[in-house]
């Protein structure tokens, strides 16, 4: 597509239950960025990839966070015994070069709702 | 560690009326600046940047940026505010010398245009 395509739009879980988010960067682009944005905190960085390097998950806020990004692509977020405190929309964007004055594209979001 | 402060959370504005949005950081080195502009249930999209080769930028929908080293400044404004500039604004900085574009967000400013 043309865009960053994020599914799915919106997610409803449980209390404790686990949740995978799913992120397609824009064709070519090597870096990729997952933020949250909740009415508490505003828009906080999670984690980025860049190409096959480590990535650096310096934002994830517990270890019950962790993110993938398979052959350089598609990503997927996911949160383990999910907590009222993790509802919040979950931003992917995607970015051509590494920079720090690259633009980033950013996708429509994930709302996540924990009941 | 670097920080963004928008003054105001909300504004109100008049159609044709000067739109403007203020935006200090908290840097011992400049870093690169960005407007980033969000519509109701949608992603950011990128309104302007400043890179250091310009004080003055312009972006997209007749916004421009001047950055103020001295005040440590990167307001945002248009000069003839439009009904589909209704819309949250997020300042950001990124690390002069980060690896990838890593966003720290400011706390966004929603603008309302009354007609």
């Known amino acids: 597509g043309a865009g960053v395509s994020q599914s799915p739009s919106n997610k409803v879980t449980e209390k404790g239950k686990d949740v995978e988010l799913r992120c397609d960067p824009i064709?070519?682009?090597?870096?990729l960025y997952w933020y949250r944005q909740s009415l508490g905190q505003g828009l906080e960085f999670l984690i980025y990839?860049?190409?096959?390097?480590?990535?650096?998950k310096s934002g994830l806020p517990s270890d019950r966070f962790s993110a993938e990004r398979t052959g350089g692509s598609v990503s997927t977020l996911t949160i383990q015994r999910t907590q009222q405190e993790d509802s919040a929309v979950y931003l992917c964007a995607s970015s051509y070069g590494a920079g720090p004055n690259t633009e980033a594209f950013f996708g429509q979001g994930t709302r996540l709702t924990v009941v | 560690a670097q920080s963004v402060t928008q003054l105001g959370s909300h504004v109100s504005v008049s159609e044709g009326a000067l739109v403007l949005l203020r935006c200090n950081y908290s840097s011992s080195v400049p870093p690169y600046l960005f407007w980033y502009v969000q519509y109701p249930n949608q992603g950011l999209q990128l309104l302007l940047k400043?890179?250091?080769?310009?004080?003055l930028v312009k972006g997209i929908n007749g916004f421009e940026a001047e950055f103020k080293k001295s005040e440590t400044s990167f307001h945002l404004t248009k000069p003839s505010a439009h009904m589909s500039d209704a819309a949250e604004y997020f300042c950001a900085v990124s690390p002069y010398q980060a690896a990838g574009n890593k966003l720290t967000f400011g706390g966004g400013t929603r603008v309302l245009v009354k007609p």
């Open positions: 064709s070519g682009h090597t870096a």
């Open positions: 990839f860049q190409g096959n390097s480590a990535p650096d």
């Open positions: 400043y890179t250091s080769a310009a004080t």
